[in-house]
């Protein structure tokens, strides 16, 4: 048997990081010390099930304790780096800039410190092959108009702080790479949907609203694009990149699946009639809702709303040989199920210190958040 390498994993308890550690897990090449501080985003029910696997290592700590992620690169002596620890949420970025800067600026500068002293004592063989694999977002180039796509060459724009953030944890990365020679490869990713997402995010939000009869809050006219990715996809995507992707490349990845938002909200929400009518759950019966197409509102807009993302995946395609593998029909329907089927899941991000902040917080979708009675 082949001896698994180590590798760093940062946010490996979040929505994407989750996700990402199972497949890891799973190939059998890799023992994973995922380094997570738990924020609201993290969910501890989500890997509970690798606890005490030999090749899974949780460290709850920061990614700005440059201390401890120094000790971390000592102690394991990691192959690489997967980066993907982050604020992510547009909205609480516009409500709290300040911590987007602390974990996703200084944060992913900690991380690259440390990388680079760990990198710069390797012996050469293992400095060639060593990656710090930095995920980030399409947001960092802004909003596109009616046509064209982002690829890697397209200039950055950052509009909210949340992208603003990424985009300079990006040219961090990138001088890294062009003044120490760290051998960095970012990937810019369309936004991703399945299985733990955390529903401050739109699918997510909209399903387990809908399920518990509340209003499904659809900023502006609804008419806003994004290009939405089976979250496994993107997970291949990393994988491959680290793998295959020399040291100082860029590669944009998008699920080449172009949707409206109130386009989407319809999907979900027929999808929910079909597999979970109203007269079918147990506190929606009285209520006399006949579709969760009733609940939809349209709400004052989010700030600063890009209007449309989309992403020419060709070089990831043409240079490593990736793909995206799942439809948006089979996927939507994947994560639908996945919501329905893991209630514990469901109730433990519902309750609790995340249902605290939207109340305080949300002050321009109030209007939405009330029950619908
Ligand atoms: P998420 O919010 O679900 O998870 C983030 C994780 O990082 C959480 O487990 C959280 O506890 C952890 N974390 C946050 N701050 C930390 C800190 N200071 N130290 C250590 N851990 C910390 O995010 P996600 O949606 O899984 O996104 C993961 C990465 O992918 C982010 O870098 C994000 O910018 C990027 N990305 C996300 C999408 C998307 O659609 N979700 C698309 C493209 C890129
Ligand atoms: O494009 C990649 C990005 O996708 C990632 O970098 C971010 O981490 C991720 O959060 C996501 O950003 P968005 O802002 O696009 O995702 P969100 O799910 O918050 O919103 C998707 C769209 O839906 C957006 O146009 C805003 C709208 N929306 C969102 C929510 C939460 C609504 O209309 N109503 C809502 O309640």
């Known amino acids: 048997m082949t001896e698994k390498q180590t590798v760093l994993v940062t946010g ?17 090449e890799y023992r994973v010390v995922n380094l997570d501080a738990l924020t609201y985003a993290a969910n501890s029910l989500s890997l509970a099930d690798l606890e005490g696997s030999p090749n899974y290592v949780f460290v709850k700590g920061n990614i700005t304790d440059r201390e401890l992620v120094s000790s971390l690169f000592a102690k394991y002596q990691p192959v690489g780096v997967f980066h993907l620890a982050a604020e992510s949420h547009v909205d609480r970025s516009i409500t709290n800039a300040e911590d987007f800067v602390q974990t996703n600026v200084i944060g992913t500068f900690t991380m690259l410190e440390a990388a680079r002293v760990y990198w710069n004592n390797l012996p050469e063989d293992q400095k060639n092959t060593f990656r710090f694999l930095h995920v980030s977002t399409d947001e960092v180039f802004g909003s596109l108009g009616a046509d064209g796509y982002f690829t890697e060459e397209t200039a950055y724009a950052p509009n909210s702080p949340y992208s603003a953030s990424k985009a ?23 936004n991703n949907y399945g299985p733990y997402q955390f529903p401050e995010k739109l699918i997510p939000l909209m399903i387990m ?71 079918e759950i147990q506190q929606l019966r009285e209520t006399g809702l006949k579709s969760y197409k009733d609940l939809i509102r349209f709400v004052t807009d989010r700030p600063g709303h890009d209007q449309r993302y989309a992403i020419d995946s060709a070089k990831i395609r043409r240079e490593l040989g990736w793909q995206a593998e799942v439809g948006f029909e089979a996927g939507i329907r994947r994560t639908v199920d996945w919501y329905l089927s893991n209630p514990d899941w469901v109730d433990q991000v519902s309750s609790g210190a995340y249902g605290e902040w939207i109340k305080k917080n949300y002050a321009w979708r109030a209007d939405a958040q009330q029950e619908a009675k």
């Open 12 to 28: 490996g308890s979040g929505f994407i990081g989750t996700n990402f550690v199972r497949l890891l897990v799973q190939s059998g």
């Open 168 to 190: 300079s944890s990006d040219h961090f990365v990138r001088a890294f790479h062009h003044t120490y020679g760290l051998p960095t490869v970012i990937t810019n990713c369309s």
């Open 209 to 279: 609203n809908a399920l518990s009869g509340k209003l499904l809050p659809v900023y502006g006219d609804g008419s806003n694009v994004r290009d939405w990715l089976y979250v496994g996809d993107h997970c291949n995507a990393i994988k491959l990149a680290f793998e295959k992707g020399p040291p100082g490349e860029v590669y944009v990845v998008g699920g080449n699946n172009e949707q409206k938002n109130l386009n989407l909200v319809h999907q979900i929400c027929s999808i929910l009639d079909e597999v979970a009518p109203p007269d």
